[in-house]
């Protein structure tokens, strides 16, 4: 397969009957607990092989690590990325550290799949199932807590929303004797009442799904789907 399609991993015949997967990711922490961080990180870098049709099969850890991380740290994410790959019944052959200024973890990955059941970016049919491992949008999410932009910024655009709820009765009272139409001004104020709450009820959904990822992070596999069940009974 070559690099037309952008597929997640590199899948390379060995036989009429074996084709080697080949992937490799690694990221900075994008949760606080290193266990935690070390299984998100190793489960990203399996969830490759898996996309291309194959089983994992070995992996090698690539490890960055600053001076000041402690040798527990350094454990637990280690030991995290192996509950992952155990779960996944996948080995640890071994990896690469080096020392650097913030913490990365991943893995590269080989894996195994028949040559002709290699599945890739391309071919989708209307009709065709969609199956979504997580909630849509869950990148931009991740992406937003690791940077903290949204919990630095919650409390305060909440606060914003509710000033604005205060507000507006204010400002209103004063365009109600400056509009010679009462009609003009009451579907200001209804537009003005909806937008704002719906600015509330956005921020607290995000908020909601961010704690949720943050429950997830910790879960197996087979909690996760219990999860899901839990969900979809309700």
Not at 1 to 27: K, L, Q
Not at 126 to 131: H, Q, S, T, W, Y
Not at 213 to 230: P, T, W
Request: glycine share 8%; charged share 20%; with cysteine.
């Amino acid at each position: 397969m070559g690099f037309d399609t952008s597929d997640d991993a590199c899948v390379y015949r060995i036989t009429d009957e074996i084709a080697a997967i080949h992937t490799v990711d690694f990221f900075t922490p994008i949760v606080d607990d290193p266990f935690w961080f070390g299984q998100i990180a190793a489960a990203n870098a399996l969830s490759d092989v898996y996309a291309m049709g194959g089983r994992p099969a070995v992996a090698m850890n690539l490890l960055c690590v600053p001076g000041c991380l402690s040798q527990e740290t350094i454990r637990k994410i280690l030991e995290g990325g192996h509950q992952k790959a155990v779960e996944a019944g996948c080995v640890i052959a071994g990896g690469h550290t080096i020392q650097d200024d913030e913490p990365k973890y991943g893995l590269c990955v080989t894996g195994y799949v028949h040559p002709d059941k290699a599945l890739r970016n391309v071919g989708a049919r209307p009709g065709d199932a969609l199956v979504l491992t997580k909630p849509l949008g869950t990148g931009v999410l991740t992406t937003a807590a690791k940077a903290q932009a949204f919990e630095k910024n919650y409390r305060r655009m909440v606060r914003y929303g509710f000033l604005a709820i205060a507000l507006i009765p204010l400002i209103f009272l004063i365009l109600m004797f400056s509009l010679e139409s009462k009609i003009v001004f009451l579907t200001l104020w209804i537009i003005s009442i909806i937008a704002i709450s719906v600015w509330l009820i956005v921020i607290e959904y995000i908020h909601t799904k961010l704690e949720e990822q943050k429950e997830m992070a910790g879960m197996s596999y087979e909690e996760m789907l219990e999860n899901f069940r839990g969900k979809e009974a309700e």
